[in-house]
């Protein structure tokens, strides 16, 4: 329910979320556990702001309690939860779960939710494209995904939350004309919706001020980790594996890695560089250059350090900082879920699922007839081809575990999507999901996606871990909501950067090696994918 509207001088989404940041950062708002999220999906944006129960997930690192098994892969969470009464102190709960039982918890709360909406007179009105209107949102990194479906420990995972979900009962919208609705659920506290609504206010009286005040983010550069000579010997162990049979394609990503500037760093530069640069700063240049479709960010803010819950309290008001910031240019999507359309409008509603996997890669032209050749040129490539095929047939194996049977289809094979910087070979596989699994649990266990790991997928992400000279943390991971009436969007978080609490930022780039790949070709399809955004980040360069 819209419950009111704010002007904040008509700001698109990637321009306002800085300053939102900023004015968190600056007020007394700090001691909160906000955590904005948004999404663009498709153009159906959404800003999540401070959610009512959040996980945060990070790698276990505690002795295994002996209620669980040696052998699942154990996570620490901690989860955060607003009193059930007419205040915004948030109460933390840290405990150790196996990753199934996680994704148990989660659909029990789904489920919980969904019936406590259904008990409501108007529940939320059903769109055919799906937008949020009430549920989760968050990512889920690759680490956590690769582990687990391989089972083993030595899938390598970076040292940083290896996913997030909250329910956001509070969230921001774009009206139809101008300015901002803000959302709310019936259950969210009066008190609650009257806070928000004073915080915003607020927000919206200084965002002038904010704007004049508004500096550049200083240069971030980043350096790749790898040599041209060491991605080819990478390149040359991943065909040899391919050569022993071991896989039929396997996606092999390389790193650029940087550090965003300190306030010391600033001081001595130009006085109209950001005095506290955050990853959010480069968003506005980063969207405007790319336009991603399913494009988003997310911002881990004031989660106190999870191996000192004990000394958190409601009133502890430790600085503002920021402990993790996903910043995604994505153009891939990873799994829609809706309902598909029935010639029997008196039968139950069926859940759909659409995928459609990225997989074929070449630069945009200097002009309009290169562009258009070398659009052709993809589209005619069989190289390419073979490489779609391989991901359609793996998803569609990963899928018709949980669809209807004869439901699995192709709708489009091979089709040519253009965007911002490169030309992408794209296909649709869609399915009909059977009652008994829940959206989250094909999700989770389809994680990761088929089109960044290669197949099979248990041993691609083995030599992965392998290969590549990092965990690649959130990147490859995925990016989205679902709402508790099980429609939603997740991406494939491709072309996207993430900073850690230290301030150091990593972005990766990569593409499907098989037995007919040229090693300068994937190379120089590495720096086409990411090249656009590393101009943007460092201008000078």
């Not at 650029?256 to 506005?284: E, I, R």
């Not at 997928?457 to 959130?474: F, N, T």
């Amino acid at each position: 329910m819209i419950y009111h509207t704010f002007a904040f001088h008509n700001l698109p989404s990637h321009q306002l979320l800085p300053h939102l940041i900023d004015f968190i950062e600056q007020s007394c708002l700090s001691h909160l556990p906000w955590h904005p999220c948004w999404l663009n999906n498709e153009g159906q944006q959404v800003i999540g702001l401070l959610p009512k129960t959040s996980w945060t997930v990070y790698n276990g690192s505690d002795p295994v309690p002996p209620t669980l098994k040696e052998f699942n892969l154990n996570i620490e969470i901690l989860k955060t939860s607003r009193q059930e009464s007419d205040t915004i102190n948030p109460q933390y709960d840290r405990y150790t779960l196996d990753y199934q039982s996680w994704i148990e918890e989660l659909t029990h709360y789904c489920d919980q939710s969904l019936m406590q909406q259904q008990s409501e007179l108007s529940p939320p009105p059903y769109a055919w494209k799906a937008a949020y209107h009430s549920g989760l949102m968050g990512f889920v990194g690759y680490d956590i995904g690769a582990r687990a479906l391989a089972a083993s420990p030595e899938i390598g995972m970076a040292n940083q939350p290896c996913a997030f979900l909250g329910h956001y009962d509070v969230y921001l919208k774009p009206c139809d004309t101008q300015g901002w609705e803000l959302h709310t659920e019936s259950f969210t506290p009066q008190a609650v919706k009257d806070a928000i609504v004073c915080y915003l206010q607020q927000f919206d009286e200084q965002l002038l001020d904010l704007l004049q005040h508004s500096v550049s983010a200083p240069a971030l550069p980043l350096t790749a980790l790898w040599s041209a000579e060491q991605y080819a010997q990478a390149f040359k162990r991943t065909q040899q594996y391919l050569y022993q049979g071991d896989s039929y394609q396997i996606n092999l990503t390389q790193k650029w890695q940087g550090t965003l500037a300190t306030s010391a760093d600033c001081a001595l530069s130009a006085d109209n560089f950001d005095q506290n640069p955050c990853l959010v700063g480069y968003l506005p240049d980063l969207h405007q250059n790319t336009k991603a479709p399913f494009a988003g960010y997310l911002a881990l803010t004031h989660n106190p350090a999870h191996n000192s819950l004990s000394k958190i309290t409601a009133n502890s008001d430790p600085s503002f900082h920021l402990e993790f910031e996903l910043l995604s240019c994505s153009p891939e999507l990873f799994v829609l879920f809706n309902k598909a359309e029935l010639d029997d409008p008196t039968q139950p509603s069926q859940s759909q699922i659409i995928t459609k996997p990225i997989k074929g890669t070449l630069p945009r032209g200097t002009t309009k007839e290169q562009d258009e050749q070398l659009k052709q040129q993809l589209a005619q490539s069989e190289k390419d081809k073979a490489e779609n095929v391989m991901i359609v047939d793996l998803l569609r194996n990963d899928l018709g575990k949980y669809a209807e049977v004869g439901s699995v289809k192709v709708p489009k094979l091979f089709a040519i999507e253009s965007f911002s910087n490169v030309h992408h070979m794209v296909s649709t596989v869609t399915a009909i999901i059977k009652e008994e699994y829940h959206p989250l649990t094909v999700l989770f266990n389809s994680l990761p996606a088929g089109s960044i790991t290669g197949t099979p997928k248990k041993r691609a992400v083995e030599i992965i871990s392998e290969l590549e000279v990092a965990p690649r943390g959130a990147y490859c991971g995925t990016l989205g909501f679902l709402n508790f009436d099980g429609t939603g969007q997740w991406n494939v978080l491709i072309r996207s950067l993430q900073a850690d609490s230290e301030g150091q930022v990593s972005l990766w780039a990569g593409g499907g090696i098989t037995v007919g790949s040229d090693c300068d070709s994937e190379y120089q399809e590495c720096h086409d994918k990411v090249g656009n955004l590393l101009a943007i980040l460092d201008p000078n360069a």
